[in-house]
């Protein structure tokens, strides 16, 4: 990779991939919301629980003005920013991701996180991702099959792949990244194999000079995500799983900023014998749909 294009991607701002994340979602939701009825008795119940955890906080840890006032101005902050899709996704969806997917028998869910762009070019079983000519990063092979809960092979499903590259950056979220950069989606051969063609990601910290950011250094956290594979995977007449896979040996796999891995979500790459990088094997199991 040129020095020249490393500067242009590593001058990403958090209220720029804010901005894209918070557009990204409202696309999506309004695409989802025709004729959603609303349940008063619902939104009563969730919404009072939520407002009445908050003040029993306030209460115990006995709140101040001044710290009510930070509060404040930090809120009005993860709005200007963009950020709510960041927060929301770093400190929440793990929990909604466990109650959606507590019924599953199949593959284990992980959370779909903010940088998600539905409707990347399709590949065939054993396609590359699309990468620029230098992309940077050891190349990876990722391949396994995707089966149905009962074990039986499910052609031609789905598998969309998006990762960070070498840098921890997102295309379409960060300068300087072809539209489709490190984004795929892989059609399973007749026997529900497939074989990708990648590079390992790099781990990442979430953007620090946002909202999100000066929560993180306020409180004395820190920002990092492990390296990981997001993955969205789907077949004909079973439920869709969106997750994340691991490797092993990251320094963050124990604390993750988004309290996302789970033991069955880690890979096991090893030397690829034919090639210059890691091979891995993972498979998939679906759901039937409801
Ligand atoms: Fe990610």
């Known amino acids: 990779m040129s020095a020249e294009t490393n500067d242009v991607e590593t001058e990403a ?5 804010g901005a894209n994340a918070s557009a990204q979602f409202r696309s999506r939701m309004a695409a989802q919301s025709a ?15 939520a407002i009445a955890a908050l003040n029993d906080i306030v209460l115990e840890e006995k709140v101040s003005y001044e710290e009510y006032n930070a509060l404040k101005a930090w809120l009005i902050r993860v709005g200007e920013d963009g950020e709510w899709p960041l927060f929301l996704d770093v400190w929440l969806e793990h929990s909604v991701e466990e109650v959606a997917n507590e019924h599953r028998e199949g593959s284990k869910g992980s959370i779909e996180g903010p940088y998600y762009i539905p409707d990347a070019p399709e590949l065939p079983w054993n396609g590359t991702i699309p990468m ?5 990063g050891t190349p990876l092979v ?3 099959q995707v089966r149905a809960v009962d074990g039986t092979p499910l052609p031609g499903a789905h598998l969309e792949l998006w990762h960070a590259d070498d840098l921890g950056f997102y295309s379409q979220f960060a300068p300087g990244l072809p539209e489709w950069n ?5 059609i399973a051969g007749d026997d529900g194999r497939f074989e990708i063609h990648t ?31 997001h993955l969205k995977v789907s077949a004909a007449g079973h ?30 790459p090893r030397p ?3 090639a210059e990088g890691e091979i891995v094997d993972y498979d998939f199991v679906l759901d039937p749909e409801a």
């Open 142 to 144: 990722f391949a396994g």
């Open 182 to 186: 490190l984004r795929g989606t892989w």
């Open 239 to 268: 439920e869709l799983i969106t997750t994340q896979l691991y490797f092993p040996g990251d320094p963050h796999n124990a604390d993750d900023i988004a309290s996302a891995v789970k033991p069955e979500l880690m890979l096991d």
């Open 272 to 274: 690829n014998p034919d």
């Open 13 to 17: 701002r958090a209220a720029d991939s």
């Open 35 to 49: 004729g959603r009825v609303i349940d008063t008795e619902r939104i009563g119940r969730v919404a009072g629980r």
């Open 199 to 229: 590079l390992r990601p790099a781990p990442y910290q979430i953007p620090t000079d946002g909202a999100c950011g000066q929560l993180i250094a306020a409180a004395g956290w820190h920002a990092w995500r492990p390296a990981h594979l």
């Open 132 to 136: 620029r000519d230098d992309e940077p």
